[in-house]
């Protein structure tokens, strides 16, 4: 009932999300439910919309200028080092994979 009450795009982002999640090996998927999940629940939803901000950021960038921004202190300004690792392990998730 809840997946006939949600728009178009909010089934086609769920059914993309379920496909990433398919795709993800034993480990990764080991790794989103034991490290990011916990802290990402743990953040208030500023914190969340900070984080999500700066990812959506990222998705724009090549591997190497994403790899810049995240060496790069003044991009990471004002993240706590949970909120730090969370965006690194989101964006290692979204990074397109190259063969």
């Known amino acids: 009932k809840k997946w ?3 728009s178009p795009t909010e089934r086609n982002a769920m059914s993309d999300r379920q496909r990433a999640w398919e795709r993800m090996s034993p480990e990764k998927r080991q790794y989103v439910q034991s490290t990011l999940l916990p802290k990402w629940q743990q953040m208030s939803p500023e914190r969340k919309q900070l984080v ?5 950021t990222l998705q724009g960038m090549s591997a190497t200028e994403r790899q810049a921004a995240l060496d790069d202190p003044q991009f990471m300004r004002g993240l706590n080092p949970d909120e ?3 965006l690194r392990g989101l964006d290692s998730l979204n990074a397109p994979s190259h063969p």
């Open 84 to 86: 730090q690792s969370v």
């Open 4 to 6: 006939n009450n949600l």
């Open 52 to 56: 999500t901000g700066r990812l959506h």
